[in-house]
């Protein structure tokens, strides 16, 4: 009996939408927006998907397909490794869009990730582009708001209140229908990134990621038009509720994702580029120049090598000392590296930690941190991007300089600048350039990025409880 009478309410209230011109052209926009931005982010992300595969494979190409060098120009002659985007990408592309999404891998260095869309701070990302995310999360609680803000107070400035109420309708009726009619009014926000979901499923995501990646959206609507409902019953006036409504959207959409970012960035501050550039560096040059052997770091490794040979002179080895200074130094630059590596995505992290805490006070960062750890496009995920290059690129690397070291003739080696003659014979064969191993990057198992999500779940539970109360609230002070 209650479901047929809010049926017939909400019925009602979709002929008074219809019937107004705000309304209508509200939810057309809305709609038109929400399928545009998912129609031109598919045909993006397909074309980078494309593009990225192509252009790894042509890097791979390109380099065994090097005529014979020496073995130190293949590691500066370097290699490119990409990330491909994700199939979740299509509706929320997360930190992609300003972190990079290419690295060019060489000796004696870590370059960062480039070729980013857009470069800006975490707290602005979100108003860059008119992505499928971004309408959801930002743009339409504000549709919402506008179609619905005035769905119960109406009913009390025109008198009709009263009337429903005296006839037997009761408010659990009423205002079950006023919310019936907003959820569905909110479908049409919903329902493309519904089908774009659907469409992911016949890719390789995890049904079970791409469901609760549904669900944290639909929940999402439902906690808007739900909050719309209640204020739209609790205070007496269309105006007041308009009012507050607009307060709660830019609370919740604007001020505090935004707040959280510069919170994030106080409490756990990060060192500067330019200063962390000065402390690598500085670092890397007490380790010793790997291009001079002899240069005094290298003096204890010369002196072991010569006495586990039982030979009186680097010329008498029967590997290139030259090789052999290279791979050490690579590897205890490496080592520096990875620590300043290590140190700025543990900053970055803790950053981004404390900004999805305020999940807890607003819904949309908790949705926002499901979506993008679900969707692969998480700051997790760069940064096993950037671990995974960095493995890559060290072991890339170290058999180039182990190529050196057992290949080449220590002699010829130091006399290649002797002359154009001289630097002919100070090669190795192409085909010791076919140890570079494949880049194939794949973002986290569903399982793992389920259980990365599971707390900003438990957020959104938290906001689910909190606004069944406000109803419930907001039932108890219906009045005419």
């Known amino acids: 009996m209650i479901l047929n009478v809010a049926t017939i309410i909400c019925a009602e209230q979709w002929r008074y939408w219809m019937r107004t011109k705000v309304a209508a052209t509200v939810l057309l926009l809305g709609a038109i927006l929400t399928i545009a931005a998912l129609v031109v982010n598919a045909f993006h992300i397909n074309e980078a998907a494309h593009a990225r595969d192509h252009l790894q494979t042509e890097a791979e190409q390109r380099f065994k397909a090097q005529p014979d060098k020496h073995p130190h120009r293949m590691v500066h002659y370097g290699h490119y490794v990409f990330r491909a985007p994700t199939p979740l990408s299509v509706i929320e592309p997360g930190v992609d869009t300003y972190t990079g999404n ?62 429903l109420l005296s006839q037997g309708t009761s408010r659990w009726e009423l205002l079950l229908g006023k919310l019936l009619a907003l959820i569905t009014a909110s479908s049409l926000f919903l329902l493309p990134l519904l089908l774009a979901c659907f469409y992911v499923l016949f890719s390789n995501e995890s049904a079970l990621v791409v469901m609760l990646f549904c669900l944290s959206y639909v929940v999402y609507f439902l906690l808007w038009a739900t909050v719309v409902t209640a204020c739209s019953a609790i205070f007496e006036k269309s105006s007041v509720s308009f009012t507050v409504l607009i307060v709660i959207w830019m609370s919740a959409c604007v001020l505090l994702p935004r707040l959280g970012s510069s919170v994030a960035t106080n409490i756990a501050p990060s060192m500067g580029k330019l200063e962390a550039d000065f402390k690598v560096e500085e670092k890397l ?45 690579e590897g205890r630059q ?95 064969g192409a085909d010791n350039w076919s140890m570079l191993a494949e880049f194939d990057f794949k973002p986290e198992a569903g399982s793992t990025r389920i259980s990365n999500a599971f707390i900003y779940f438990v957020q959104l539970l938290l906001w689910m409880g909190l606004t069944a109360l406000l109803l419930q609230a907001a039932v108890r002070r219906l009045n005419p």
């Not at 800006?120 to 499928?132: E, H, I, K, V």
């Not at 590997?319 to 200074?325: A, E, L, P, Y």
């Not at 620590?339 to 908790?366: D, K, N, Y």
Request: charged fraction near 25%; aromatic fraction near 8%; avoid cysteine.
């Open 334 to 428: 490496a080592k520096v590296l990875n620590e300043f590596a290590e140190t700025r995505m543990s900053e970055e992290l803790e950053q981004a930690q404390i900004a999805r805490q305020f999940g807890w006070l607003s819904p949309t960062v908790a949705v926002r941190s499901i979506s993008t750890i679900l969707a692969g496009t998480s700051l997790e995920t760069h940064h096993r991007f950037l671990r995974e290059a960095e493995t890559l690129r060290l072991d890339f690397v170290q058999a180039l300089n182990k190529v050196h070291a057992e290949k080449l003739d220590y002699k010829l080696d130091m006399n290649r600048n002797a002359s154009e003659e001289a630097a002919d014979k100070a090669v190795v």
């Open 102 to 163: 290419a690295i060019f891998l060489e000796g004696h260095r870590q370059n960062s990730a480039m070729f980013a869309e857009q470069r800006q701070s975490a707290g602005l990302t979100r108003f860059s582009s008119l992505t499928p995310s971004f309408l959801a999360l930002v743009l339409a609680p504000l549709f919402i708001i506008l179609i619905g803000y005035g769905s119960v107070t109406r009913e009390r400035e025109a008198g009709t209140l009263t009337l």
């Open 285 to 329: 040059r007490s380790l010793g120049d790997g291009h001079d052997v002899n240069d005094p770091a290298f003096k204890k490794l010369k002196e072991d090598l010569l006495a586990k040979y039982n030979v009186d002179s680097v010329d008498d080895l029967p590997v290139n000392f030259r090789g052999i200074v290279a791979q050490y130094s």
